[in-house]
């Protein structure tokens, strides 16, 4: 028994990388997604896969048999569907690596892209490593074959610096970073089970802890691009977790010793997600009660909330605080001014 634990301690040293793969109803595209993993220059031996059924109901584990069957360093988690946060938290759970790359299933990583970038992760031990992507649609994609890269360079920067420099809060995307395992657990960051926008909270609160951050000019990933807004519909539910998004980055506020640089840029981005609920209610809800039913939860699970960055912010917030109803009126007579937003 002990010679065995001994094995299974020596798998678990060396292995540097765990990639998880969360999957559901993407049967057109993940076997390319795993393929893709297969493709990067390191040795099966250095690290794991962890696909996640989340409950598919399609063919998604189907065509991905053969590749499950091929490679030894693959384990497969089944659950009943309960979300991409959830399925990635049990990925986490499961995950030995000393790394943990998070890629979506309906999109590809850049051949050959991904050693440079673990080994400069290893060698630093930073806390993130965040590289570059390129959107693109399935057409394109099918045209794709070997992408330029552009001359390496790693920064290193503090957490602070990543948060200030180089987080956008409309593009708060988990799969172009690779965390440190420990880093994760020491601050227990995981993913908000049950909603939308999960990213968005999960990746301000890792900048917002992290020491050590290296960003670097490398192209990981190839984002999809399309294909899913044509069936994107805003619902109250969407209403809800966009709610619970703004809480839980709003509450990050708290985290000790943030400077009024930090402050001021996370006040801005929850104004981002406030402006981007109020956008995707003019166009996906009709219903009055239903709108004044997420206004009345907005200020139930918010009830600090406060922008007062720049006149737009403090207009807005007037409005909004004074009277819902008359603000979203307002914005209902700006409606045939502005473009309809894209729900992807």
Known sequence: MSSEMSMLNNVAEKCQLSIIVSVYNVEKYVHACIESIYHQNLDEDIFEVIIVNDGTRDRSMEVIQDLISQHSNITVINQENRGLSVARNNGLAKAKGEYILMPDSDDLLIDKSLSILLEKALESKADLVVADFLEMTDEEIKCLDNVAQKYLKVKEKTGEQMFLEDLNPRQCYVWRTLYRRAFIQENNLTFIPGVCYQDVPFTHECYLRAKKCLRVSRLLNVYRKGHASA????????????????????????????????????????????????????????????????????????????????????????????????????RLFMKSWTPRPNFE
Not at 241 to 252: E, F, N, P, R
Not at 253 to 272: H, M, N, Q, W, Y
Request: one cysteine or more; glycine letters at 4%; a positive charge.
């Open 231 to 330: 069936t994107y519909s805003f619902n109250k539910k969407k209403a809800h977790d966009l709610i619970t998004v703004i809480a839980g980055t709003w509450k990050l506020r708290k985290i000790e010793g943030l400077s009024p640089a930090v402050l001021l840029k996370l006040e801005d981005d929850v104004f981002t997600s406030f402006s981007l609920l109020i956008y995707f209610m003019l166009y996906g809800m009709k219903d009055a009660k239903e709108r004044q039913e997420i206004f009345q939860a907005l200020r139930d699970m918010v009830p600090d909330l406060n922008f007062s960055n720049g006149k737009k912010q403090k207009v807005t917030w007037f409005l909004y605080k004074c009277s819902p109803r008359l603000y979203f009126a307002l």
